[in-house]
């Protein structure tokens, strides 16, 4: 099971690749507008796979858990505004949903990728994407449950 858990998540990380050999019709300057969720209008929302991914890289930075910001900001921008587990982000955050970034990714252009996604979380037993903070902080506490069971 940790195998085929293993390959899925290698496969949500393809989809990452494959994301970013994609030109897309924005102009994102890393202006960090996009991470910060009240502003922008939208928090993303992960499969199953893309919360166990960037779970394990906020389990690598130390944290067990994700709160969400006073401002509204994504808990995992640091204090120069940037991402501490960039390589590790979600695929919302890849597609630059915000208008800074030049708005969502025209939905033709990822379909393909959004559907892998969903046949990863599929067979991972996820149920669809769920809020920002609640997958990753669901993830985190699957990773303690690994843990303590080795």
Known sequence: MADEQDELLRQVRQVYVDTSARDFPNSCQSRAACCHFRNAGH????????ALVAAKAVRARGLRKIAEH???????????????????RPFGCRTHFCKEAGGIVPRPLIRDLV????????????DGGRNFHSAINQALTELDGKKSRR
Do not use: H, K
């Not at 928090?43 to 893309?50: A, D, I, K, Q, S």
């Not at 559907?115 to 996820?126: F, P, Y």
């Open 43 to 50: 928090v993303p929302f992960l499969t199953r796979g893309e």
């Open 70 to 88: 006073p401002d509204g900001a994504c808990p995992l921008i640091n204090t120069e505004g940037r991402c501490t587990i960039y390589e590790s």
């Open 115 to 126: 559907q892998r996604l969903e046949a990863i979380d599929r067979e991972l037993g996820g």
